[in-house]
């Protein structure tokens, strides 16, 4: 290739045939998007291949599931989930540049796929949770509380300004629509946004429904984790699926750190979506929706954190 960096983005599924995987990977779409929520795969050879061979198989797997969408202001349709040296505690910092733990939390698209390289020296481990078990069990216990998860709350962008100009977006934790119910969460930036100007304090009920849902979300019953394994990839819907990420200690060594390329990926096929998402999506249009909405910025897979 001669500029991988743009030719990958550039790759569509007629370019990566997959003969045998391919009709397997549809099948999985189906099951992430209306079965459990969410598959791993394992047993990619990682160890035999060249940063740019990792990045080509990995979008080209993307292209059979949906399109790839824009990760950043910079235009990142590959990300790279590594640290940077960043704090956990800094608001301006994304939690998954630092070692820290991320919390539960959505990502801004349909389907976000992870695909691991190299496992930390401990810690690290994948964690998933039911959003719609965890409201089944906000209905049973408060219901009054439930129902200020269907109000618009504010979650900062950490600096990638959105469609609407503003440093942060606004949707609800719970939406239902077309007989769908959908999640939208992620308390650490909801927490942070409220620095920002324009943004109201907590209502004593919302940060009770809220500490309510994370008290839920920290319980080891609706759980299930993860141990990545090099080669693994994990897909998840974002919209009844939440993941989180435990802290972890790395490698001193720069080529074992942990490393995990990371596609945002809108499915055709994916479930109708309400309009108050647009604040975020910038379209509803399934295929062509969600990421960070910039138009004139291309789009760039990096072969390396950037």
């Given at each position: 290739m001669a500029d991988p960096r743009v030719e990958i983005p550039a790759m569509r599924r007629e370019d990566f045939p997959l003969p045998t995987l391919g009709p397997r990977l549809r099948k999985l779409l189906s099951e992430v998007l209306q079965g459990r929520g969410f598959v791993l795969l394992r047993g990619l050879p990682v160890e035999r291949w060249s940063a740019v061979e990792r990045a080509a198989a990995y979008f080209g797997i993307g292209t059979h599931l949906g399109n790839a969408v824009r990760q950043n202001a910079k235009g990142h349709v590959l990300g790279h989930v590594r640290d940077l040296g960043r704090s956990g505690d800094d608001p301006t910092a994304r939690i998954y540049q630092t070692t820290a733990r991320q919390g539960y939390h959505t990502d801004s698209c349909d389907v976000v796929g992870l695909f691991c390289l190299a496992r930390a020296r401990s810690g690290g481990e994948s964690s998933l949770i039911s959003s719609m078990a965890a409201f089944n069990e906000m209905r049973k216990r408060r219901p009054d509380l439930l129902a200020c998860l269907f109000d618009p709350v504010e979650t900062d962008l950490r600096g990638e300004i959105g469609?609407?100009?503003?440093p942060y977006f606004s949707l609800p934790v719970f939406s239902w629509h077309a007989g769908l119910l959908s999640s939208v969460y992620h308390r650490k930036y909801i927490d942070s946004a409220r620095r920002l100007p324009g943004v109201p304090a907590y209502t004593a009920a919302q940060e009770e429904a809220m500490d309510l849902l994370d008290s839920l979300l920290e319980g080891e019953r609706l759980r299930l984790r993860m141990d990545f394994q090099p080669g693994d990839i994990q897909l998840v819907h974002n919209h009844t699926v939440l993941h989180d990420r435990t802290a972890f200690t790395d490698w001193p060594e720069p080529e074992r750190k942990r490393h995990l390329l990371r596609l945002w990926l809108s499915p055709a096929e994916a479930r109708p979506?309400?309009?108050?998402?647009?604040?975020?999506?910038?379209?509803?249009?399934?295929?062509?929706?969600?990421?960070v909405v910039l138009p004139r910025v291309a789009h760039i897979a990096p072969l390396e954190p950037e």
């Open positions: 469609p609407t100009g503003k979506l309400p309009p108050v998402f647009a604040d975020r999506y910038g379209s509803l249009t399934p295929g062509a929706r969600g990421g």
